[in-house]
C-alpha cells in the first residue's frame, strides 16, 4: 500500500466527511479539519487506482450506498481494520468510517478455533481407525508370538512387529491429542517418560524460533492419569506459549519428585518467558487444565514473574502401581475361561479378531456390527449373556444407549466398553461417570481378557437406565 493511499484512508478513519461531486472536501468532522475545500486529487495524488477510491466514485454516480472493510498500516504498531462506509447525500457523498479492529480480531479467532476444531475431529476418526488396524496387527503378532519356541529366530522378528506397533499406538495417542473428546481412560504412567514422548510434536508446534529445554528426575514416581489428555494440555500449553512469544524465546519443560503437605506427588512445571496472562485470558487457557488435572487428583498452580515469565506447575499424587508397557509374562489363554458375550464392533476385521481370541480362551461369543444387530440378538437368545463388549462409537446407535437398552432384557450381563475417540461430548461425560470398564484401543490379547475376567468377576455391572 502506497504511503498515499495509507494517508487518504487515514483521513478517512479520523471522522466523518462529505465529499462533492467534484471529489472537494465540502464538510469535515474530527481530527481532519485540514481537508476542508481541498480536492482529492490536491491532497491525495495517485490515489485513484484504490479500492476505496472506486468505492466512492460509485457511490457519486450510482447513488447507492458503499461497504468495503480495508487494512490500514501503522508505522508504530499493529495495523488498524477500518470498514469505509460511503452513503449519497445531496452535496455528494458522505464517508463514516468505524474501527473494527477488535472485532476482526476476534472473527479471526473464532475461526482459527474453528479450524482448529475441525482438524481435532478429522485427526480423532483417523485415529479411531487406525487404532482398529493396530488392534489387528499387536494381537495377531502376540498370538505369533505365543506359539513360537524361546529359540526360534522369528521371535525376534515379531517382536519388532510388535514394538512398531506400540510405537504407532503411541503417535496415534499424540494425534487424538488434537480430537475434541479424547475418550478419559486413567492409567499408572511415568510422567518424565510421557513428556520425552510428546517433545516432537511440541517442538513442531513451537515452531524453529521458541528453544524447548526438558529437565526431568532420572526416576519419576508414578501417577494416574490418562496419557492422551495429559497430551492435550501438553499441546494447549504449547501453542499458547507460540502466541504470547510470536519473536521467539525460551520455553522450559521440568519433571521432579516432590514431597508436599498432602503426600507424595510428581510435577509438571512449564515455564514461558512470555509477558503474564491477565485474569480473563489465563482463565480461558487453565479452567481445561484445572478440569483435567483435578480428574487425576491433583492441582494446579500459576504463577507470574513480572520481567520473567509464566510457571505453570501441575502436581499430581504418586500411585503405588506398575509402570507401563510391562511385557507379558503369562500367555493370554493359560487359564480356562466360560461365558457368553455379545460383542459389537463395526470393524468388521477386529470383530473377527476379538472374537476369535474370545472363543479361542473358552467363551461362546454372540457377534453383531451394529446396535440394531445386537437388539435383535438380544430379543431371541433364550439363554444368559453374561457381558456385552461394545465399542462406544457405533452407527446410529452409541455403546452406552445399546447398554442402557439391553439392561431389562439381559439384568445380569455385565458391560465393558472398546473406547478409543468419540466428538459427543455428552457422551464421554457419561461413559466416565458411569463407572463401567473401559477398554483402550489399539486392543491387544492379554488386555482384552485381562479385562474380560476381570468383569465378569465382578458380582455386578453399574448400567444407567
Known amino acids: 500500500m502506497s504511503h498515499v493511499i495509507r494517508d487518504f484512508i487515514g483521513s478517512l478513519a479520523e471522522g466523518s466527511q462529505v465529499i462533492?461531486?467534484?471529489?472537494?472536501?465540502?464538510?469535515?468532522?474530527?481530527?481532519?479539519?485540514?481537508?476542508?475545500?481541498?480536492?482529492?486529487?490536491?491532497?491525495?495524488?495517485?490515489?485513484?487506482?484504490s479500492p476505496v477510491y472506486a468505492a466512492l466514485v460509485r457511490c457519486l454516480h450510482e447513488r447507492a450506498p458503499q461497504r468495503l472493510e480495508t487494512e490500514l498500516p501503522v508505522t508504530n504498531g499493529p495495523s488498524r481494520w477500518l470498514q469505509l462506509h460511503f452513503v449519497p447525500v445531496p452535496d455528494g457523498v458522505c464517508s463514516v468510517a468505524i474501527d473494527i479492529t477488535e472485532q476482526k480480531r476476534l472473527t479471526d479467532q473464532l475461526r482459527s478455533s474453528l479450524q482448529l476444531e475441525a482438524v481435532g475431529?478429522?485427526?480423532?476418526?483417523?485415529?479411531?481407525?487406525?487404532?482398529?488396524?493396530?488392534?489387528?496387527?499387536?494381537?495377531?503378532?502376540?498370538?505369533?508370538?505365543?506359539?513360537?519356541?524361546?529359540?526360534?529366530?522369528a521371535r525376534a522378528d515379531v517382536d519388532e512387529i510388535r514394538t512398531a506397533g506400540m510405537r504407532a499406538a503411541d503417535l496415534t495417542r499424540q494425534l487424538l491429542a488434537f480430537g475434541t473428546?479424547?475418550?478419559?481412560?486413567?492409567?499408572?504412567?511415568?510422567?518424565?517418560?510421557?513428556?520425552?514422548?510428546?517433545e516432537k510434536p511440541?517442538?513442531?508446534?513451537?515452531?524453529?524460533?521458541?528453544?524447548?529445554?526438558?529437565?526431568?528426575?532420572?526416576?519419576?514416581?508414578?501417577?494416574?492419569?490418562?496419557?492422551?489428555?495429559?497430551?492435550?494440555?501438553?499441546?494447549?500449553?504449547?501453542?499458547?506459549?507460540?502466541q504470547t512469544m510470536p519473536a521467539g524465546g525460551k520455553l522450559v519443560i521440568e519433571t521432579r519428585n516432590v514431597e508436599l503437605a498432602a503426600g507424595p506427588h510428581v510435577a509438571l512445571a512449564f515455564t514461558s518467558r512470555a509477558i503474564g496472562l491477565g485474569p480473563e485470558g489465563a482463565s480461558q487457557v487453565l479452567d481445561p487444565v484445572h478440569e483435567i488435572v483435578e480428574q487425576?487428583?491433583?492441582?494446579?498452580?500459576?504463577?507470574?514473574?513480572?520481567g520473567e515469565g509464566t510457571t505453570l506447575r501441575i502436581c499430581l499424587?504418586?500411585?503405588?502401581?506398575?509402570?507401563?508397557?510391562?511385557?507379558?509374562?503369562?500367555?493370554?489363554?493359560?487359564?480356562?475361561?466360560?461365558?457368553?458375550?455379545?460383542?459389537?464392533?463395526?470393524?468388521?476385521?477386529?470383530?473377527?479378531?476379538?472374537?476369535?481370541?474370545?472363543?479361542?480362551?473358552?467363551?461362546n461369543v454372540l457377534t453383531a456390527t451394529n446396535a440394531g444387530e445386537a437388539l435383535l440378538i438380544c430379543e431371541q437368545e433364550v439363554g444368559r449373556?453374561?457381558?456385552?463388549?461394545?465399542?462406544?462409537?457405533?452407527?446410529?446407535?452409541n455403546g452406552q444407549r445399546l447398554a442402557q437398552r439391553l439392561g431389562p432384557l439381559h439384568p445380569e450381563?455385565?458391560?465393558?466398553?472398546?473406547?478409543?475417540?468419540?466428538?459427543?461430548?455428552?457422551?464421554?461425560?457419561?461413559?466416565?461417570?458411569?463407572?463401567?470398564?473401559?477398554?483402550?484401543?489399539?486392543?491387544?490379547?492379554?488386555?482384552?481378557?485381562?479385562?474380560?475376567?476381570r468383569s465378569l468377576a465382578q458380582r455386578s455391572s453399574t448400567i444407567t437406565i
Open 202 to 242: 511440541l517442538k513442531r508446534i513451537l515452531g524453529a524460533t521458541i528453544e524447548v529445554s526438558r529437565v526431568s528426575s532420572a526416576m519419576c514416581w508414578p501417577v494416574r492419569v490418562d496419557p492422551g489428555q495429559l497430551e492435550h494440555v501438553l499441546l494447549r500449553l504449547a501453542m499458547h506459549a507460540r
Open 296 to 306: 487425576a487428583g491433583g492441582f494446579v498452580e500459576h504463577e507470574v514473574v513480572p
Open 317 to 363: 499424587p504418586r500411585v503405588r502401581e506398575a509402570g507401563e508397557y510391562h511385557p507379558v509374562t503369562v500367555p493370554p489363554f493359560a487359564v480356562p475361561a466360560g461365558g457368553t458375550i455379545l460383542l459389537v464392533e463395526e470393524d468388521p476385521q477386529l470383530n473377527a479378531l476379538v472374537a476369535g481370541i474370545l472363543r479361542r480362551a473358552g467363551y
Open 181 to 198: 473428546q479424547p475418550m478419559a481412560i486413567p492409567r499408572a504412567v511415568d510422567l518424565g517418560a510421557l513428556v520425552a514422548s510428546a
Open 413 to 453: 450381563m455385565k458391560v465393558v466398553y472398546m473406547a478409543g475417540y468419540t466428538d459427543d461430548a455428552g457422551l464421554v461425560h457419561d461413559v466416565r461417570a458411569s463407572g463401567v470398564a473401559l477398554l483402550e484401543k489399539p486392543i491387544t490379547p492379554a488386555a482384552l481378557l485381562r479385562q474380560v475376567r
Open 121 to 153: 475431529r478429522v485427526a480423532g476418526g483417523i485415529a479411531h481407525d487406525i487404532n482398529n488396524v493396530l488392534s489387528v496387527i499387536l494381537s495377531y503378532s502376540e498370538m505369533i508370538r505365543e506359539e513360537l519356541d524361546n529359540e526360534d529366530a
Open 20 to 49: 462533492d461531486h467534484d471529489l472537494r472536501f465540502r464538510a469535515v468532522a474530527g481530527a481532519a479539519s485540514g481537508l476542508l475545500g481541498r480536492t482529492l486529487a490536491e491532497r491525495f495524488p495517485g490515489v485513484e487506482g
Open 385 to 397: 449373556i453374561d457381558l456385552l463388549l461394545t465399542d462406544v462409537v457405533l452407527p446410529r446407535m
